[in-house]
């Protein structure tokens, strides 16, 4: 399996739901080498962390092996970072490249050194990372290849291309979610290309599936759809205390366009002009931050409205757990899991119909992402109708629990089962 | 007669501390008092020890023939006696010598004027109570607003509560042809002295003394004394009015800036015939040339001379009014750790760090901000703000209960 990132160190959904995925197979007894292209050193030890550079498969294979049986981890040492386009990725690289003049050596040595930063481009990262995988190919015994998103497609193909086994393309998002109608033509083109090449493709909704099937080309029987779920569906009690007299609404996630957060801060203004007694959170990242707190400060709202920057760990059950209301705008949201995360601290939540999470949770309000009238009525009806807000948490937990990574990996297994026996 | 006046604006604020959402109606302590006072132990160490012990030589050796004067904002003497009694000490000294003239300004060295005459005025009285107390009941005459901002208006303003005169900018938009080397009088209230920095010699000490690439660095002694006598004979006093941290703190001791200082006085006095002068006395004894017209306000900072430093883009102007928007509520409430809070949080540095110029002047926000952007400085102001608007609300509704 070839995927970005793995918990703690994730920057999106991907993360969790590879780990969902993972989990879920290894429930199923399935075998499993997960190849990411970073490793930091303190993931969770359920695998062998096996360093890619180091060839000899190393001493350490043996030691987790009482922990988790059926999972090697091998880290690809790269510089990939999810969620970045190759323009971004670029300016964002620009900072801290130190380029190594035996770079272009060390790919053709035994011995795939590579340390700390490095590469020009993402591109130069992402075929590196496929001849890494025609190595592991060539070296561990495996019957089908897994592969997470466009980043580890050509390693997909490259892994195929020297074992010849069949291989499962997994779509979590595609070039059309991220950047709207201006893709990146190279990105579209190794996502196309991974399609085309596996034998059979993943979509984690049926929004998914829509943008596989009309933009990709690939044929509607060639595509199953898995939705996300979640890692553990008991409701979260939290002695997290809110600090504050006023109710909070809440957005979390990274601030691009993808998630729109735009129409969050416009609702926000129009429930705050009907209601002073609320708070707005904007919780997260991204490139759009500046621009929603610049927005913020021009409609007069700076004591209303508040940012957290990038939230992780506890911080972010806090969020959620003195959140009266959890939003999900997004424009375009292949799947989206924080909803669910939100359900778990028996938040409601209002997402919208750009969302793959909206086909598996019914118990939510759902809006267009550009209605920001409708968002904000929304807004308003679940702060001040308690009946309403009640029922939509008494009824999402109870859809919680039949959202569970088990019959996920379930439905994966026949697939993997289906493609192999399709394979001559 | 002609004369150099050196002023020196001494101010540091209290910075805030990295304060979160999570903190808003929990934690009420806004201050970051490990980095106010490592930061007001460096620059003691580096100028206010050093260049108060060298003002005090020179003082002595010319038997005062040396003066200069100080505005020592509210704000920066409550950190002198919390973090560094030895500057305190200090500066003692030197204002008990008589030739050190100390200036009024707002406690909290704050954009007040701009907003509330009232509140002006109550920051105001505050500083000179705190003078009053801190350096045996002195009694300043001249006033100095932060960052030398201006107006008509404000310098009415500062007529009114008695003062002889103010200092301000050489503003060249203001001046056009006329030269800041003259003192003027307010256009609304002829009474108030005008007293203008002449940012050419200010900026030569303040900004360009130690940077190689200037064409007349080096800057000497015998350079500057040059430059000085090439001012027309009629035109009679030269207001060098710089920040104080200029001294060993911008320009480094390393740049020869104590040196320069020390050797200036001789060079002034054996080849030029001006003298030394505060502000009050250049504001006495020289006859106005005229009134002096400024209807939108100016300051010394950056290349406009202008506000937008601090006010102006939707950040700086949505902090400003939602603090400002507090002062009826504060003012009935008699708690001391609100109304140093309010103080406190009106400092204009708090604004300058949202300043989004980064083209022009950019890099010297960024030196003094404490912040990585001016997004930062907004959220981490507003969070602040947040809370100690829950907190004055509180204490102003339970009353009425």
Redesign the interface.
Known sequence: MFGWEFPPHISGGLGTACYGLVKGLAHHKQDIIFVVPKLWGDEEPLADFVNASDVTIDYREKRFKKFWKNLTYLEVSSFLVPYLGPDEFKKYTDYSIHDRTDVDESIFSNKFEFSGKYGKDLMMEVSRYALVAAHIAKAKEHDIIHAHDWLSFPAGIAAKEISGKPLVANVHATEFDRSGESVNQVVYDIERAGMHAADHVVAVSQLTKNIIIKKYGVPAHKITVLHNAVLDASIIKSNYE????EKIVTFLGRITFQKGPEYFVEAAKKVIDRDPNV?F?MAGNGDL??QM??R???L?M???F????FLKGD?VD?MYAISDVYVMPSVSEPFGISPLEAVRHNTPVIISKQSGVAEVLNNAIKIDFWDIDSMADAIFALLHYEGIAKMFKELGTEELKKLKWEHVAEKLVNVYQKTLSQKP | MRTICFYFQVHQPYRLKPY???????DHHYWDDFSNRSIMRKVAQKCYLPMNAILLEMIHKYNGAFKVSFSMSGVFLDQLEAYAPDVLESFQKLVATGHCELLNETYAHTLAALKSKDEFQSMVKKHQEKIKKLFNGYQPKVFRNTELIYSDQIGAMVAEMGFEAILTEGAKHVLGWKSPNYVYVNSIDPKLKVLLKNFQLSDDIAFRFGNKGWEDYPLTTDKFVKWINDVPEEEETINLFMDYETFGEHQWAETGIFEFMKALPDAVFSKTNFTFSTPSEVAAKISPVGKIHVPIPISWADEERDLTAWLG???Q???F??LYEMEKLVKNIDDDDIQRDWTYLQTSDHFYYMCTKFFSDGDIHAYFSPYE?P?EA??NY??V??DF??RVKEKTTLPQD
């Open positions: 809110k600090k504050v007299p708070r959170v931050l500046n707190i610049d913020v400060a021009e007069r700076g004591t209303k508040h940012f957290t920057g911080d806090h | 979160r959402f999570f903190d808003i109606g929990d883009n939707d950040l102007d949505e902090a009014d939602r952007s997004y907004f959220i507003m969070n703000l947040s608007i829950i």
